[in-house]
């Protein structure tokens, strides 16, 4: 308050921040400790003036967040997640979450923390890049992709970075494909699959223990060739049909529209699925998952993430709802949340744009808002009731 008796109110952040390891990593400190220590009724072990800086750091935080879709939070099971490999103590990943937890519409969808440290900007940036490219999660929208894109444009690289830098090359760095754009691509995509195969069937066999061995004996009792029909899971629905012939072991020939691919693969870890693929000479590292609910498959290879399913009716189970199509009749949640307000009813007349819903995720409030003129049909959801991302919300008459 100020002698005229005007008020102003004052965040207090007392505690450490998100970003403290930066600090931490850079002068060699533990603030954790100190608190407990200061707490404790003791001195600070360090003066400022004892306190050097060495090196640079880089941290990200690994959110369940769309950055294609405004940085929208994101909730659901992380069905597959393989954190990268901690080799020395100046890569750090701190979190709380594991393979199978949820992340929660209640709280902040952060997932983990990355901290790299080096000895200059350059050399922690490398480190860094690399140590996002093996960040392997499936389940949920991450803000990864995103983030290595950061890394990777000039500007940043060159530090000619502010406030209003992701606004200022926007264009660069969303980038909305998700598909395949090399045949290599793809034939790891096919190669998954006949991992998978692997993968299942060997479940059976208990002769299967050869570290570098990826084929049984019974691939050829099953099948010497076959076709894999693959629809990628984005905006085009790409269609790709693989014919494998198994040469011998480890090694395949793929057909990818006429062009004949010669493969072979090898297991690196067979826990996590890491596997090393030479595709026509062109060595690739790529790793799978692969969801039992819905059969959609999720590849990590050249340091990007590929959704795809097989054209089989048991793998059908999951259908990809438009959210905003300006034809729908329907309206969906565009994140998983809580129902907050319902605006309408049956039989009102709405224009496009007026408020149907308002749902709270994450502490923040979103309106759903209709994208046509037209009558409410049906309300399919109820004030307090949790929805999952794409639940349908309102229904209006055709």
Known sequence: MDPKQNFYFMEMNTRLQVEHPITEMVTNTDLVEWQIRVARGEHLPLKQEDIPLNGHAFEARIYAEDPNNNFMPGAGKLKYLQPPLVTDKNIRVETGVEEGDEVSVHYDPLIAKLVVWADDRKSALQKFRYALANYKISGLTTNIPFIISLCDHKEFVAENVHTDFIPMHREELFKTAREPIIDNEIVCCALSTILNYEAELSKNYSNN???????????????????????????????????????????????????????????????????????DGHRIKLSYSRDQETGMFSLFANDRLFEFKLEDRKYQKEQNLSLCDADSNDSFAPMPGVVDKINVKAGDEVKKGDPLVVMIAMKMEYVIRSNRDGVVKSINCSVGQNVKKSHKLVSLAE
């Open 209 to 279: 223990n050869l570290v570098g061995s990826m084929v049984p004996n019974f691939w050829t009792n099953n099948f010497a060739e076959k076709q894999f029909d693959l629809i990628f899971n984005n905006e085009s629905k790409t269609n790709a049909k693989v014919n494998v012939k198994y040469v011998n072991e480890n090694n395949f020939e793929l057909n990818l529209n006429g062009q004949t691919h010669l493969v072979s693969i090898n297991v690196l870890d067979r826990q996590a699925r890491l596997y090393q693929c030479d595709v």
